[in-house]
């Protein structure tokens, strides 16, 4: 059986960034990865459409405290400007004084939480909501929180700074994780499926590929393979369980397509949302970097349901919303292949970020808490700040690690 002092289980943003500190603390670690590359939810599609297609995260949040920024700088990797935001209702783009009630009505929404003092549902705050532009907010919330506000902590919500512009990474948020990966101790398609904690001093991780012994784990995967993915002998403390049980994944999935010929006319990259009614969170990247392709994300319960359905239903709903908007030579231009992705459906995912439930802010951090001086958990949904954010589970990853390599000595 391979021994090892510490061994990190995911090769996400988290997992990469626990490795890289840990080999700074010259501790030996070996990151155990169970998709076939590195990145975790940021991961870059080159091959289908011919252009770099994120999967997964998309922009650089936060761009003055976000470390990731100057790492892609150090690869030279590109980084983008940030897009504008544009609205369409009817196929129609909002007139400037009905985009600037919109925006008013949204930003007041949010406003109100990041004032809020006390936990609950994010839905009591707006029971009384009479705007006509309240589906707009609610269509946006989703697209933030990946769930409604019934189901999200008006706190949990509250204690992440909205600040800066968002930037995205045009030749991929995915290839630069990858690239920050190389050279680490990475162990690709081996998933582990128990960690043995039994032993005073020493785990046992069995994987795929066999049993792994070590004196201390950072687990950095998802509350939902916290909670069903992984196997633990003796089970997690309860205490510890119901902060992965206060931490359900939201949902955001996407399609993107690329167009035969330029179909946007003189539209400049942007972000839009098609304001579709509450329950339809949609929003589309036209035209990024200039390319004529389009990238989609639905948000909230919609993004369940409608990917479950499948890419077929998922590149017919998108392809109709582009042609309200653009008309129908869109749909004649349209590649035929499609670049899709369900987290939901991913069991080593199994959504695209965590929510804290209503009253349930706190545990964040008590899912960071460590078990037994052993067992040491990072990853977005442990971030107190960024949380749901790449930069956050970096964070996370090297708090873990300087952690997990204090507790040996
Ligand atoms: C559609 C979408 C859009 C997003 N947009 C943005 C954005 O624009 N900006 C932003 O900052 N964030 C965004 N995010 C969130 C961001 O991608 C995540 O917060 C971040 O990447 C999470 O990193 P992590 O290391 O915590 O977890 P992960 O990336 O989930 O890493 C955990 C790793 O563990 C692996 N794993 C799981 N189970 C096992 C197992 N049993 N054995 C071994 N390995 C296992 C997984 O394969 C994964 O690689 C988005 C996410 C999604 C899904």
């Given at each position: ?8 289980i995911?090769a996400g ?8 500190r ?16 590195a990145g ?30 100057g ?7 590109r ?30 929404c ?6 809020a ?15 006509p ?25 509250a ?5 800066g ?6 030749d ?24 043995d ?12 590929q ?11 995967v998802s ?10 002998d ?11 049980a ?32 509450a ?5 589309f ?21 409608l ?6 239903a ?11 908007m ?11 292949e ?11 995912f ?35 700040e960024?949380m ?22």
């Amino acid at each position: 059986m391979t021994e090892i002092d510490i061994v990190v289980i995911g090769a996400g943003a988290a997992g990469i960034a626990a490795a890289r500190r840990l080999g700074e603390l010259r501790a030996t670690c070996l990151v155990l990865e169970a998709a076939a590359v590195a990145g975790g939810r940021c991961r870059t599609d080159h091959g289908t459409l011919g252009i770099p297609v994120d999967l997964g995260a998309h922009w650089l949040h936060s761009p003055r405290r976000n470390p990731l920024i100057g790492l892609a700088a150090a690869t030279g990797a590109r980084i983008g400007q940030p897009l504008e935001t544009r609205y369409s209702a009817n196929g129609s783009w909002l007139s400037d004084e009905d985009a600037a009630a919109c925006v008013a009505h949204v930003d007041h929404c949010f406003d109100r939480i990041a004032a809020a003092t006390q936990d609950g549902a994010v839905a009591d705050l707006f029971a009384d909501a009479t705007s006509p532009w309240h589906a707009a907010f609610l269509a946006e919330f989703a697209a933030k929180q990946g769930l409604a506000p019934e189901q999200s902590s008006i706190l949990d919500f509250a204690r992440y700074p909205w600040e800066g512009d968002d930037l995205p990474v045009p030749d991929g948020f995915g290839t630069l994780l990858a690239g920050l990966a190389s050279g680490l101790n990475l162990h690709l398609a081996t998933p582990v499926r128990r960690v043995d904690w039994s032993e005073r001093g020493r785990l046992r991780i069995a994987t795929d590929q066999g049993d792994i012994a070590a004196r201390a784990v950072i687990l950095t995967v998802s509350p939902h393979v916290l909670g069903s993915g992984i196997r633990f002998d003796p089970p997690l403390p309860d205490w510890k369980r119901d902060a992965v049980a206060a931490l359900p994944m939201g949902h955001c999935n996407k399609l993107a397509l690329r167009f035969e010929r330029p179909v946007f006319g003189d539209l400049a990259p942007c972000l839009v949302m098609p304001l579709r009614g509450a329950r339809e969170s949609v929003e589309f990247v036209l035209r990024e970097d200039c390319r004529d392709s389009a990238v989609c994300m639905v948000n909230g319960p919609f993004a369940r349901e409608l990917a479950a359905a499948g890419a077929g239903a998922m590149r017919d709903y998108v392809l109709e919303c582009l042609v309200e908007m653009f008309g129908s030579d869109l749909r004649r231009a349209a590649a035929p292949e499609s670049v899709f992705v369900n987290w939901d459906a991913d069991p080593f995912f199994g959504g695209c970020y965590a929510v804290a439930r209503p009253g349930r802010a706190d545990m964040r951090a008590v899912l960071a808490q460590p078990v037994a001086d052993r067992l040491f958990f990072a990853g977005e949904a442990t971030s107190p700040e960024f949380m749901g954010d790449v930069h956050g589970a970096w964070f996370s990853g090297i708090a873990a690690a300087e952690a997990a390599a204090a507790s040996g000595q």
